[in-house]
């Protein structure tokens, strides 16, 4: 689960990290009285939505002007800009082509910035630790540090039977160039941050940038942490912070049903029983020449409901031009899964290919309702051969 930039700091302020004075509006007026509150001289005004590259993204209905932050020196002006920027769809780099619609800001005080540095804490699953990461290259997105200048990116890697100690934090603090005073304010962010991941059950938490102030104070300037889904239920106060609004509708829609669904950008449609299988499903789509549409797993013990509503999820999505359904019956029989396909075929019209290979459990019987059912459904014998079958069935549609 993500959360917005204001509610990550919020969170974060509670176990010591540092970041700025400031406050969330759903309104122009809300905007400018948070101004007011903060008292300027200097005012960002930052659009929340689910993405990131907001400064650099545009609206859509202004593509040549300001991006989703800005820097502004007035009250009057934070009203004229969060006027501009709420109930308008802005795009970038993460959003997607079609954009997000912002729907709330965050009213921030100004900072007096000498550096931009990153800051970024995951669990490595390499070695089964938490790894805090830093890097010079404030601003950048990590994935282009990686890729260019690797060298730039600092690691420690911590023993969770000892957990994060003042030295590996001091070692990150060296290696970023802080000296005097920076270097204490930063330890105390570091250690903060460790103890908010734990407590929290983060899947990862990303300071980008850090800055270091003209005063010498190391500050979280922005913040995203994303949560595990598993841990949740520890946290009713974290699940409140949720914004349904920012996320996919299907995806909502598939997970009010127990169904594991990922929207992706290819054309081809996948439904499969258990995570691993969906994985490599999903690769030897790739393999033979096809790109997937989603990720679905419809579980072990899927209903011919849940079957059912999997697949129009599936065919919901405009771009979806085939369908490969891939079921090994363990704890799922074939019969359900087939008697789901074909109710939701015949419920939605069915137009474009279908391709299934069903193994396991009641095989026979499940094959036996496909062929039975009048659709133009393809059978497979195996995985390989479903997943030619499917990429050539669409090539033949187009």
Do not use: W
Request: hydrophobic letters at 40%.
């Amino acid at each position: 689960m993500n959360i917005h930039e204001y509610q990550a700091k919020e969170l974060l302020a509670k176990y010591g990290v540092a970041v700025l004075k400031g406050g969330v509006a759903y309104t122009a007026e809300e905007a400018a009285n948070r101004a007011k509150e903060l008292g300027g001289p200097v005012y960002v005004v930052k659009s929340q939505i689910h993405a990131g590259g907001r400064g650099a993204g545009r609206f859509t209905d202004n593509p040549d002007g300001a991006g989703g932050v800005r820097v502004v020196k007035s009250v009057d002006d934070v009203r004229k800009n969060a006027d501009e920027m709420l109930g308008h769809v802005l795009v970038t780099k993460q959003s997607g082509a079609e954009g997000k619609e912002v729907k709330r800001l965050y009213i921030e005080d100004g900072c007096d910035i000498a550096r931009e540095l990153y800051l970024g804490m995951l669990l490595d699953r390499d070695t089964s630790r938490l790894i805090m990461m830093a890097s010079t290259e404030g601003g950048m997105e990590i994935e282009e540090v990686a890729h260019e200048t690797p060298e730039k990116i600092l690691k420690v890697s911590i023993d969770p039977a000892t957990g994060m100690m003042p030295f590996h934090a001091r070692k990150l603090a060296f290696g970023l160039g802080l000296e005097g005073k920076q270097v204490g304010s930063a330890v105390k962010l570091m250690l903060s941050l460790y103890k908010a991941f734990n407590d929290l059950d983060c899947s990862i938490i990303e300071i980008n940038p850090l800055v270091v102030s003209g005063a010498g104070e190391v500050i979280a300037l922005d913040a995203k942490i994303n949560f595990d889904d598993n841990a949740l239920f520890r946290h009713k106060d974290v699940m409140e912070l949720r914004d349904e609004d920012e996320e996919d509708p299907k995806e909502l829609e598939a997970a009010q049903h127990e169904l594991n669904y990922i929207r992706l950008d290819g054309n081809i449609g996948c439904m499969v029983n258990g995570a691993g299988l969906a994985m490599s499903t999903m690769d030897i789509i790739q393999l033979k020449g096809g790109s997937p549409a989603n990720f679905l797993d419809v579980g072990g013990g899927a209903t011919k409901e849940r079957v059912t509503t999997a697949f129009k999820i599936i065919l919901s999505d405009p771009n979806v031009e085939g369908i490969l359904v891939n079921i090994f019956g363990g704890i799922m029989r074939c019969d359900v899964i087939a008697e789901g396909v074909v109710a939701a075929a015949r419920e939605v019209s069915l137009n474009v290919p279908l391709v299934v290979r069903l193994e396991g459990t009641n095989v026979d019987q499940g094959k036996q309702i496909m062929a039975d059912s009048g659709l133009p459904i393809i059978s497979a014998d195996d995985l390989g051969d479903a997943a030619v079958k499917v990429v050539q069935a669409v090539k033949e549609a187009n």
